[in-house]
């Protein structure tokens, strides 16, 4: 159903066909692959298709296994999506800045153009004009919802409407959704052929360190994903921990209720404080702040030891830090600092 959207070399590849991909049944001397035989606990390599630790996570997230990519960060599968799609010189990706600014930049490496449709004031994407400028080169449309560096949701009606106007894939990138009161749009996969949507173990579940990402999608997407990845692209420890993290799930929601807790509290400080310009709401772990004077309170929080993002230079989020909630003592120190800064 998408096929008419894949770059022909992908259409034609043939995939390295890895050595335990290509045994089916069971066997006890595994003298395949030219591994160490002495045990390890990591001496062989890891299921190239990830699918014990992919049964956990579609058990969570209510999605068959076979509809669900995993790869090292979400950022792998946002550089996969504009290799398997976008031909360099004729293709392009759409994207609505401000923005992550990964997709910019796998394009960027790709030698893929990249069109933007800047944000509406409210920092909800412009329907009409994203579908007015997108025409049957436009292969991917990155919304990214919660959206960084704005931190909010984009309404579920805009996002709907994208999807079924849009003439190529259209990539929800939820990686802040477990920080958000709206749902994941993983529901709505079965009515969508060309939805991607993508989420990390990154953020709420604190696992930035493995490097997981994950893609939900149609089969026939899924199966791209799984030609063009290199064949062990998740290791065995990064599958370990996430299944270990999977069996504790109280765990992660604990730290997201904290978080979301300390959000508030940041919010309300900030606001009290008189440089403080405006505070955009938050669907996400993170607040986009405007400041009389961003890039002096940042020079002046990071000669503190206190790192936050500016943003200030980015159209759109003029005069803007981006802060991340940190933990209590975290956000006590910065508080402490910021009284200081005048
Ligand atoms: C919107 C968004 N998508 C993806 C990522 C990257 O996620 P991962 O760590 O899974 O590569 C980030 C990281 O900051 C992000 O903000």
Not at 141 to 161: H, I, K, Q
Not at 165 to 175: H, K, L, T
Not at 189 to 197: D, G, R, S, T, Y
């Amino acid at each position: 159903m998408i096929e008419h959207l894949v770059r022909d070399n992908i259409l034609r590849l043939t995939p390295y066909s890895s050595a335990r991909s290509e045994f089916k049944g069971t066997a006890s001397v595994f003298i395949d692959a030219n591994e160490n035989p002495f045990d390890t606990g990591l001496n062989r390599y890891p299921d190239p298709l990830q699918w014990k630790l992919k049964a956990q996570i579609g058990a969570w997230r209510r999605v068959e296994a076979e509809h669900i990519f995993l790869g090292n960060g979400s950022d792998e599968a946002i550089d996969l999506l504009v290799r398997i799609f976008c031909e360099p010189g004729r293709d392009h990706i759409v994207i609505v800045p401000p923005t992550y600014g990964m997709y910019q930049v796998s394009a960027d490496i790709a030698n893929v153009a990249v069109r933007s449709v800047p944000l509406q004031n409210t920092f909800q994407p412009d329907v009409e004009a994203i579908l007015a400028q997108s025409d049957a080169h436009s292969k991917l449309l990155f919304l990214c919802s919660p959206n960084n560096p704005t931190a909010n949701d984009m309404e579920p009606g805009r996002l709907r409407r994208l999807i079924a106007g849009f003439p190529g894939i259209v990539v929800v990138d939820e990686a802040y959704i477990d920080f958000s009161a709206q749902s994941s749009c993983i529901g709505w996969l079965k009515e969508f052929p060309n939805l991607v949507v993508l989420q990390t173990f990154s953020k709420a579940w604190g696992l930035a360190g493995i490097r997981l990402g994950m893609a939900f999608a149609s089969e026939e997407i899924i199966a791209l994903f799984n030609k063009v990845k290199p064949p062990y692209n998740v290791n065995e420890l990064t599958q370990r921990a996430a299944l270990e993290a999977l069996t504790d799930k109280n765990r992660q929601e604990e730290w997201v209720r904290t978080i979301l807790w300390q959000r508030t509290l940041l919010t309300q400080f900030l606001s009290g404080l008189e440089y403080v310009e405006r505070i955009y709401p938050s669907d996400a772990n993170f607040l986009l702040v405007k400041v009389r004077d961003a890039n002096g309170l940042y020079r002046y929080l990071a000669d503190l030891g206190i790192i936050v993002r500016n943003r200030s230079s980015v159209p759109g989020c003029e005069g803007c830090l981006r802060i991340t909630v940190g933990t209590p003592q975290e956000n006590e120190k910065l508080l402490e600092a910021l009284v200081g800064f005048c």
